[in-house]
């Protein structure tokens, strides 16, 4: 009889990724903001220090953009293997923001993401399933 068990694997999440479509053109973000690529908006950060990858220096954002289910969240270990990912809802306890639908960041002329969680939790990309009624 094959059965599945629950486990605990300790791993060294490194990084994250956002891909956040602009919804709504300039009201979102400026045509010009960096790391925008046309109707996408595509960042990698380091989860300890909250700095945005290849964030180009003396620039400023404060984006505050309404999501709605569409972002792509995925964590990396420090070799860039995917660890896991989700597709939708904003991941809350990782990426600022609110309801699920908002991601607001505030990033500095240094690509630091100033209001990054200091405790990071990841409960949204691993959740605790119900066991099934006759386990």
């Known amino acids: 009889m094959k059965v599945t ?14 891909k956040l479509a602009v919804r709504y053109e300039e009201e979102d973000m400026p045509n010009g903001a960096p790391m925008r690529e046309g109707d996408m908006w595509k960042a990698s950060v380091e989860i300890d220090s909250g700095i945005i990858i290849n964030w ?6 404060d984006l505050y953009m309404k999501v709605c289910d569409e972002g792509i969240y995925k964590l990396f270990d420090a070799d860039w293997n995917e660890l ?27 690509g630091i993401i100033t209001n990054w969680p200091t405790k990071p939790t990841f409960g949204d990309f691993w959740p605790v399933s119900e066991q099934s009624p006759d386990s």
């Open 56 to 61: 180009p220096q003396g620039q400023t954002l």
């Open 84 to 110: 896991a990912c989700v597709d939708g809802y904003v991941p809350h306890g990782i990426v600022p923001g609110k309801y699920g639908d908002y991601v607001e960041l505030k990033i500095n002329e240094f």
């Open 5 to 18: 068990i629950p486990t605990t694997k300790e791993i060294d999440i490194k990084y994250i990724t956002l």
